[in-house]
Each structure stands twice: as C-alpha cells, then as structure tokens.
C-alpha cells in the first residue's frame, strides 16, 4: 500500500490534534494510553509523528482521537 503526501504532510489533522489535546491537558503518553483501552494501539512516538503531521492516520484512529478528544472528525480536518 502506497501512502501518500499531501505537500509533504502525512496528515492535515495532527497540528489540531496537538492543539486540543494540549487544551484538555493531556500528554502523549496519556492519549495513547486512552486509544490502548480503546483498542487503538498507538504508542506515544506514534502520537509524536501524528501531531509533526510525519504519520498516516488510519480513518479508525482518527475516529477514537475524535472522541477522546470529544471534537468531531470534520473539526479535526480543519472544516
């Protein structure tokens, strides 16, 4: 499977998600451990990658970020 780039981004998403998880005071370490329970396995270099916009979001992660996160998938792609 080829993943692509979108102007040398992985994600338009992880910046958002950076944002708000730094709102709801969250660290990495504790969003992964929220996505693990959820059956999201995601470790914190994961989440590192995803908010530097170097890692593909699955549509199922991005959905559980979401709803941790409590924002809608729309939201969190800057819609």
């Known amino acids: ?3 692509y780039n979108y102007n040398g ?3 338009i998403c992880g910046t958002q998600i950076r ?4 709102q709801k005071k969250l ?3 504790e969003l992964a451990a929220r996505l693990q329970v959820a059956g999201v396995d995601l470790d914190q270099k994961a989440i590192s990658r995803i908010e530097c ?3 593909f ?4 992660e991005l959905r559980e970020i979401a709803r941790i996160l409590q ?3 729309d939201e ?3 819609r």
């Open 27 to 29: 660290s990495q370490e």
């Open 76 to 78: 969190l792609a800057g």
């Open 57 to 60: 979001l699955a549509d199922f």
């Open 53 to 55: 916009e170097k890692r």
């Open 9 to 11: 981004r992985a994600n």
């Open 71 to 73: 924002i809608s998938m």
């Open 19 to 22: 944002i708000l998880r730094k």
């Open 1 to 3: 499977m080829k993943i």
